[in-house]
Nanobody, 120 residues
Framework: QVQLVESGGGLVQPGGSLRLSCAAS????????MRWYRQAPGKERELVAT????????NYADSVKGRFTISRDNAKSTVYLQMNSLKPEDTAVYYC?????????????WGQGTQVTVSS
């Protein structure tokens, strides 16, 4: 049974930090590209950060570059999102995603999301 379980969300003041975790199970984590998405109320889900499977190359949305860091621990089947210098506009539900293309098939899994609220 495939599971992605996010944790680490909460309420933080502007300028503060949070570290999100996403624990994976039920599939070979090291073979999957991992991504963090977020969705604010009334807005579409947007891609925040990506980390590849083979070389852990990373990519970020312009809105979070220099503030957020994505990382992975394949031994623990966990992906992280370190969020620094948080702004009110970072408020959203953050979702973990695992995706892999294999033999013309896309394997795509989502977590249930964790709420991040940035407010004074």
């Amino acid at each position: 049974q495939v599971q992605l379980v996010e944790s680490g969300g909460g309420l933080v003041q502007p300028g503060g930090s949070l570290r999100l975790s996403c624990a994976a199970s039920g599939f070979t984590f090291s073979n999957y590209v991992m991504r963090w998405y977020r969705q604010a109320p009334g807005k579409e889900r947007e891609l925040v950060a990506t980390i590849t499977s083979a070389f852990s190359s990373t990519n970020y949305a312009d809105s979070v570059k220099g503030r957020f860091t994505i990382s992975r621990d394949n031994a623990k089947s966990t992906v992280y999102l370190q969020m620094n210098s948080l702004k009110p506009e970072d408020t959203a539900v953050y979702y973990c995603n695992a995706r892999r293309f294999l033999a013309a098939t896309t394997y795509n899994y989502w977590g249930q999301g964790t709420q991040v609220t940035v407010s004074s």
